[in-house]
């Protein structure tokens, strides 16, 4: 196979909140409005962002880790998905070197970056600032010389006369260019608990968007950066993933996906139903029963904020525990997992869920647990096989109470899970903590449709 041009660039930052995602949802939406399509990226296991990249550019953005990912897999979805583009736009996470540790380069931005070939614009909060600047982003210039460092956006600017010196120093003092100055404003991404409030849930966010874009367009270089983007270097094209070539039909699966319940990786979804099974969806606010289905996940999300809601649904908190009783498998994850235990406790109350496992849930103030993972598959489940090793992340307030001794899926090699193991089990249900990326176990859809056809015999 031969080199291919894909156009792209990676927005990264000195560190977490310094306007990445702000300067990147403004670029993608300010290039669509351009006319131009722009696929986007997230670099690490977020869900939150992916979201906002959909509203802003139309097309479902892919997350994309070198933790959780070898290098093919993610070539192969960077190829896969910027078909059809004219420009991939690419979200970092946290600083362009954070890690999985502190020495290791894998799980970072600049891994990624590295692995895509991408030129990269580092985001800098200068507020406060001015010649240090200049010390702070030499740094990042040499750190790692294969990083394609091309150039910085200084954001929280003061008056023009601090814009303008801020400027100078980091263009005469490390070689780089400037691709825009950024004044404070009071354009603010909203936050919630475990990050920025899902654009969903908010019907304003059109309108912010436009904003961010107009932002952009007024303070950025945008024709330099798609510019710098159409001179990308040539990467070499991989092969397809077998995961995503679409075979026959062979059953349903149910995807609970909805306001309480919205993280999922998109390529979780594409390699299911790539792999024969019609995913039917299921609003957990508004559907009554279960549609007829083989199988059912149910995903991460905000429960807790959802819980009274939730409980008033008592007819298809029913028939999901109905469902779980039959034995036909279930997957759930995080937000799922709470909702299928007996309550969920929030400063507002305690609230009944579907209470097919034997634990209860508690928020606290705090994370409870953040973070990369790596489990080992104690014995064979309805996604995994005894010995089995499965990375993925954790992120979450809540906590496990059980009302019952629990049957454990996983020994936690690496993570926290609950006290130490994860994965709880009862007839052909399985609800973790755990976040899995299909591109970090492909065992995953090819275990399942193992056992819905058990199921089906």
Known sequence: ???????????????????????????????????????????????????????????????????????????????????????????????L???????EEEGSTAHVAKILKAPVLLVADVERMSRS?????????????????????????????????VRLAVE???????????????????????????????????????????????YVDVDRIFETSRNSPKIEEVDPNPLFIPRKKQGSIGVVMDKPFSFYYQDNLDALEASGLEIKVVDSLYNRNLPEIDALYIGGGFPEVFAEELERNKSLRRSIYEFCES?????????????????????????????????????????????????????????????????????????????????????????KGIEGRDGVIRKSTLACYQHLNVLSYPSFVGNLIENIKSDQE
Not at 149 to 162: A, E, F, Q, S, Y
Not at 191 to 217: C, K, M, N, T
């Open 133 to 165: 600047v200049a010390a702070m982003i030499h740094g990042y210039k040499t750190f790692d010389k294969e990083v394609d460092l091309r150039g910085v956006i200084l954001n929280r600017t003061g008056n023009p006369r601090h814009s303008s010196r």
């Open 172 to 218: 005469k003092l490390t070689g780089l260019r400037v691709y825009g100055t950024i004044p404070r404003k009071e354009i603010t991404m909203p936050y919630r608990h475990l990050g920025l409030i899902p654009a969903h849930e908010r019907e304003e966010y059109e309108g912010l968007f436009d904003s961010l874009a107009a932002l952009v367009e007024k």
């Open 1 to 95: 196979m031969g080199a291919i041009d894909i156009p792209r660039i990676l927005i990264s930052g000195i560190k977490s909140k310094v306007g990445k995602t702000m300067v990147s949802i403004g670029l993608m939406r300010a290039l669509r409005n351009r006319g131009l399509v722009v696929q986007p990226f997230k670099v690490g296991p977020d869900f939150i962002d992916p979201g906002f990249h959909y509203f802003a550019t139309g097309r479902k953005s892919r997350n994309i880790d070198s933790f959780m990912m070898d290098s093919y897999s993610i070539m192969e979805t960077f190829q896969r998905n910027s078909r059809g583009a004219d420009i991939a736009v690419i979200e970092g996470k946290t600083g």
């Open 327 to 415: 034995s036909k498998p279930v997957y759930a994850e995080c937000g799922g997992l709470m909702y299928l235990g007996e309550t969920i406790s929030t400063d507002d109350g305690e609230f009944d869920m579907v209470g097919f496992l034997p634990y209860k849930t508690e928020m606290n103030q705090r994370f409870h647990a953040l973070g990369y993972t790596v489990y080992e598959s104690a014995t064979d489940t309805i996604i995994s096989k005894r010995g089995d090793i499965l990375r993925g992340h954790e992120f979450h307030y809540s906590r496990v109470i059980p009302s019952e001794k629990l049957d454990f899926a996983f020994k936690v090699l690496r993570g």
């Open 97 to 103: 070197f954070d890690s999985h540790d502190a020495i």
